[in-house]
C-alpha cells in the first residue's frame, strides 16, 4: 500500500522536476543571448565614453532594470494577494449563506419535532398551539 503511494510521489516529483528542466533549458539559450547583449552594448559605450563611463552606465542600467523588475513583481504579489483575499471573502460569505438558508429551511422542521415530543405528544402540541393563538 505505502509503496504504491510512494510510487506515486516520485512519478509526481520527477514529472515536476522534468517539467522545469525543460523551461530552463529553453531559456538558457535566452540568457546566453542576453549576456551577449550586454557585452555588445558595453564595447559600445566604452568606444564612445571611454571605459569608465561606460561601466557606471552600464551598471546604473542594471540597476534600473532590477529597480523597475522589483517594482513589477511586488505590484503583481500586491495585486494576487487581493485577489485572494477577495476569493477567501467570497467563499465565506457564500458559505455563511448557505449554511444560514439551511438553517432557516430547518427551523419548521426541528420546532415541529420539539413540539412532537413535548410531553403529552400530539395532543400535547394542539394544547399548545391553542394557548399560544390565545394571548
Not at 48 to 54: E, L, P, Q, S, Y
Not at 113 to 123: D, K, Q, S, V
Amino acid at each position: 500500500m505505502f509503496a504504491r503511494l510512494i510510487n506515486q510521489a516520485k512519478s509526481a516529483a520527477s514529472h515536476l522536476v522534468l517539467k522545469y528542466v525543460a523551461r530552463a533549458s529553453v531559456a538558457i539559450p535566452f540568457i546566453i543571448a542576453a549576456g551577449f547583449a550586454l557585452v555588445a552594448i558595453t564595447v559600445m559605450m566604452v568606444e564612445r565614453f571611454g571605459h569608465v563611463m561606460a561601466y557606471w552606465l552600464v551598471a546604473g542600467g542594471l540597476a534600473l532594470i532590477g529597480l523597475i523588475a522589483s517594482v513589477v513583481v511586488t505590484v503583481k504579489e500586491k495585486r494576487d494577494e487581493i485577489a485572494d483575499q477577495q476569493a477567501t471573502k467570497a467563499d465565506t460569505e457564500e458559505v455563511v449563506s448557505e449554511a444560514t438558508a439551511q438553517a432557516l429551511a430547518q427551523t419548521p422542521i426541528a420546532l415541529l419535532g420539539g413540539l412532537l415530543t413535548m410531553p403529552g405528544g400530539a395532543a400535547g402540541t394542539v394544547s399548545a398551539v391553542r394557548l399560544l393563538g390565545r394571548n
